[in-house]
């Protein structure tokens, strides 16, 4: 059987990224508790911002499910303030939720993709990482979530020549009960479902060649 790990399962985009995986008969370990109805899924808290708990966390995946096939790292958040009310610890901290949180993941994920000779890692940026006119107003989460497209690219470089390959997903605005809750003006039928989200990412894991690395929404 093969295995997804999926970060931040209890989230809006994580539970429905499990839902997925599972509906198509993978075998699932995540961070974040799901009830036990949810057959297949298996998880653990653990702190992804801690680089060690993070590593035996995947280590422990890896020795009890042998391979991953693909990672999903849906942990993140937002923070507001342009540049006047943005501090290096507000910047810090942005880094540690939307970056590190992947990072320590993805990189004991990666040797092991490279070990197996393949697989695909999926990051979650959004628009305000891909384009400073679009991080106006949250400079340091823009600024974090851009370090993620930097980070695919670099696993991509790493990886070239082998069927390893690094995604970074970019929604416009996730149907979910905070947005709905904080805009609630707003058409939220432009808005994408986590589970549209999650076919998405399935799509691209099952058929990674040849596609670009960067998947705007
Ligand atoms: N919502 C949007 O419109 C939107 C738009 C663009 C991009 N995104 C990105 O999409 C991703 C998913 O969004 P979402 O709405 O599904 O987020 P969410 O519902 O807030 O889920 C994030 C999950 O990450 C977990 N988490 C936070 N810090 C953690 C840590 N240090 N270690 C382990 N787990 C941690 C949270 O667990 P706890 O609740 O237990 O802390 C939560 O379950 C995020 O990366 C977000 O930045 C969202």
Redesign the pocket.
């Known amino acids: 059987m093969k295995t997804a790990i999926v ?8 539970k429905a990224v499990v839902r997925k995986f599972l509906a198509e008969g993978f075998s699932v370990c995540g ?2 508790l799901l009830p036990a109805a949810w057959t297949g899924y298996e998880g653990n808290q ?4 801690d680089e060690t708990a993070s590593g035996d966390w995947v280590s422990s995946v890896i020795k009890k499910q042998g391979t991953v096939e693909t990672a999903i790292l ?5 923070a507001m303030g342009d540049i006047e009310g943005t501090g290096t610890k507000d910047i810090a901290d942005q880094i ?3 970056l590190e ?1 992947a990072y320590n993941v993805a990189r004991p994920l990666f040797l092991q993709m490279l070990k197996q000779g393949r697989g695909t890692i999926f990051f ?4 305000a990482g891909l384009d400073e006119k679009k991080s106006k107003g949250v400079v340091a989460y823009g600024l974090a ?1 851009s370090l993620l497209f930097r980070l695919a690219g670099l696993i991509n470089e790493e990886a070239a020549g082998r069927e390893v390959r690094a995604f970074v997903l ?5 149907d ?1 009960p ?2 709905r809750a904080s805009m609630p003006g707003a058409d939220f039928s432009t ?1 994408q479902t ?1 589970a549209f989200l999650a076919e998405t990412i399935f799509s691209y894991a099952m058929a990674p060649g040849g596609k670009e690395p960067v998947i705007v929404i």
């Open positions: 970060t931040g399962a209890a989230g809006n985009l994580g961070t974040g653990v702190d992804l911002s849906t942990v993140g958040g937002f540690r939720l939307n949180t979650i940026g959004s628009q979530k970019v929604p416009f605005i996730i979910t905070q947005n808005w986590p």
